[in-house]
């Protein structure tokens, strides 16, 4: 069983990890090394992954290979090449930060750091994006960002640290190295600093944790959300994990029905007129049982229980959610009302009614509702000899 410093070195074996290694030697830090064998190109896979291997030995690190088939997760989940091995990479990384709590040292330098930023210029960048990498963020650790390929190159080449090049890099199949080896070069050509990005991401950096303070409320009313800068907007949308909708369509939603909604698996936004909320879909334990206790008649009841004379059910008794077409007779009424209109006439908020309970008895009639007592037909009266209260508890 191999052992787990605090620290490991994400490495392909390249000079950008080759140079950060002998550098965290050098100072002495204990470190592990990580490398991922993706078997994309051939021997030259397998030629890295043994480099690295070598590399552990001569440092005297520990060190782990993960190999993936990339081609077939590619497939699988109808992603391109750059972005499989990527998520490969990032899930390895993230399972071991949450199973050890460690930390993960990326190699990402300077170069690095402006072709992440127009990449995702390209891609209409929120805040987030334009800001780049951050030196720290989630258990992982860049702490060449503030450094450039040259710099790192000129270290290697004065202490004799040997590397491997990937061949790959040269090809401009892949948009990262198009930006890399073809834009970048065209810009500097036209005498834009380059250089002078940094700074800007350093300013994006600072508003980004500046964002990241402010109150984000649930809700917001009509005039509220209206006033916000789209860039804020998009900010926001992110937060509530809805960034794949664009501010226009939220703003659509707002002028739309009551109790209309958008949304992903994450998060649902709903008009509840003039009023946005974003509400979590996270699915939690639904797993509920009832509780009875026989009970004189109550001064004042409980707003959660269900008050009942037991003489007019049918045993068992059980408790479930409410579903469209389900009927019952609310107190102090002669007819029937579904419980889709008796919540609507009570006002409740579309996002919140799919999570009030009802209570049936063996032949399916609804008694009560939770939070809304009995119905009609089962409510105490006079001649009540016995009673219960019901109430809905984690099982």
């Known amino acids: 069983m191999d052992t787990s410093p605090t620290y490991w070195l994400a490495c392909s074996g390249g000079l950008d990890s080759v140079v950060l290694a002998h550098l965290l030697k050098e100072s002495q830090q204990s470190f592990g090394i990580l490398h991922c064998n ?20 001569e440092l005297n690190v520990p060190i782990r290979i993960k190999e993936f088939d990339t081609f077939q997760y590619m497939k699988s ?12 990479r990032y899930n390895w990384f993230e399972e071991i930060i949450e199973i050890e709590k460690t930390y993960i040292i990326l190699a990402h330098h300077k170069n690095d750091q402006i072709e992440t930023f127009f990449t995702q210029l390209r891609r209409g ?50 948009v990262r190295n198009l930006y890399r080896n073809k834009l970048l070069h065209l810009i500097e050509k036209q005498g834009f600093p380059i250089v002078d990005v940094i700074p800007l991401m350093h300013d994006f950096q600072h508003l980004l944790s500046y964002l990241n303070t402010l109150p984000k409320p649930n809700s917001w009313k009509l005039n509220e959300w209206q006033n916000l800068p789209i860039w804020f907007k998009q900010h926001l949308l992110t937060h509530y994990k809805v960034s794949e909708f664009p501010t226009e369509e939220v703003d659509k939603l707002l002028h739309s ?8 698996q994450e998060t649902s936004i709903w008009n509840e007129g003039n009023v946005l909320i974003f509400v979590s879909n996270k699915i939690e334990d639904s797993q509920k049982q ?19 004379d037991a003489d007019k059910v049918a045993m068992p008794l059980d408790a479930r959610k409410w579903k469209e077409g389900d009927l019952f007779q609310p107190y102090g009424m002669k007819g029937v009302k579904t419980v889709a209109k008796f919540l609507r006439d009570k006002k409740i908020p579309s996002h919140q009614k799919e999570n009030y309970w009802v209570l049936e008895d063996n032949t399916s009639r609804i008694i009560g509702i939770f939070g809304f007592g009995a119905g009609e037909l089962f409510k105490i009266d006079k001649n009540s ?10 099982k």
């Open 257 to 264: 029905e009551k109790g209309k909604y958008i949304g992903n």
């Open 77 to 88: 989940h109808q992603m391109n090449l750059e972005l499989a091995a990527r998520e490969l």
């Open 125 to 174: 960048g929120k805040v987030r994006g334009l800001a780049g990498m951050p030196v720290y963020r989630d258990g992982f650790i860049r702490p060449l960002l503030k450094y450039s390929k040259e710099e790192l190159k000129s270290l290697a080449s004065r202490y004799h640290w040997a590397w491997r090049e990937d061949k790959s890099n040269e090809s401009n199949e892949y």
């Open 38 to 57: 993706f078997h994309l190109r051939g021997e030259d896979s397998n030629l890295d992954q043994k480099f690295v291997e070598q590399l552990a030995i």
């Open 290 to 308: 009832i509780k009875i206790e026989e009970v004189k008649i109550p001064d004042f009841t409980l707003l959660n229980c269900i008050y009942i």
């Open 385 to 394: 000899q016995t009673i219960w209260q019901i109430n809905l508890v984690d």
